[in-house]
């Protein structure tokens, strides 16, 4: 009976008829169903061709000279970039890109040592290990080259020779900059920004006046970039200084 009931309902039903999509109605129904897929797809092949691009150094500016900065309050943006630029025209090209590029390698811990957040200090310290253990920075810009010297006692002395293990005689291993005839020399400009919720101004000279100069040592065959160019600008920043 139930047969009979189906075959009734039925009777007039008759199978679809096939259609054949043309080309572009196949373009479009594909699209339909995958445009996000494609655009998953296309973010991720940017992301890792940024990645290998980065891993490979295109694009970036490597310097030829590498500056450290140790100190209890960062450098106002203005008087480092001035720094930067100053001393380039006194070096030179040495990856051969075609300019002289000097970075400053900023390690403050934002206050002095009863003042600085301990998180500043692990971090500042943190840096400077790293920037010694990977040979990066050549010169060192201190406001307490003692401290620096009985901490990581990596500086070179003025003589070129390298302190033995446990010499403390720091002073054997800076100049001030005031000392330095060939760095007061130098035009730095002024400065003029908010630090700390504070406004600040000056004169650049006036924030190096108070610091101390020199250069790391080498124990082993392994040295930072560049290192005769590096003696060279060594050389010529320090000429005429009174120790």
């Known amino acids: 009976m139930a047969s009979e009931y189906w075959k009734w309902k039925f009777r007039d039903v008759q199978p679809e008829e096939k259609v054949e999509l043309t080309p572009e109605q196949k373009r479009k129904n594909w699209w339909h169903y995958h445009k996000w897929h494609v655009v998953l797809g296309a973010v991720c092949l940017a992301a890792l061709i940024s ?17 450290a900065y140790v100190a209890d309050y960062p450098l106002p943006d203005a008087a480092a970039e001035a720094l930067q630029n100053a001393l380039a025209t006194l070096g030179e090209d040495c990856n051969g890109d075609g300019k002289v590029v ?9 206050g002095d040592s009863e003042t600085a957040n301990p998180y500043f200090v692990m971090a500042a310290t943190t840096k400077i290990m790293a920037d010694l253990s990977t040979q990066e920075s050549y010169f060192f810009l201190m ?19 390298n302190p033995a293990e446990g010499d403390t005689d720091w002073q054997s291993c800076c100049l001030k900059w005031t000392d ?14 908010k630090m700390f919720d504070q406004q600040i ?3 650049s000279q006036d924030l190096f006046s108070k610091l101390y100069i020199a250069r790391r040592g080498f124990w082993s065959e392994e040295t930072c970039s560049h290192v005769e160019a590096c003696d060279a600008l060594w050389d010529k920043i320090t000429e005429g200084a009174t120790a």
Request: charged share 20%; glycine share 12%.
């Open 143 to 161: 406001d307490d080259p003692q401290e620096f010297q009985l901490g990581y006692g990596a500086l070179r002395r003025l003589d070129g020779t």
């Open 102 to 110: 000097v970075q400053l390698n900023q390690y403050a811990t934002s």
């Open 180 to 193: 330095c005839p060939a760095l007061t020399a130098l035009d730095l400009g002024d400065y003029d920004e």
């Open 51 to 67: 990645v290998v691009l980065t891993m490979l150094g295109v694009g970036k500016t490597f310097p030829d000279y590498q500056v």
């Open 201 to 203: 101004a000056g004169e």
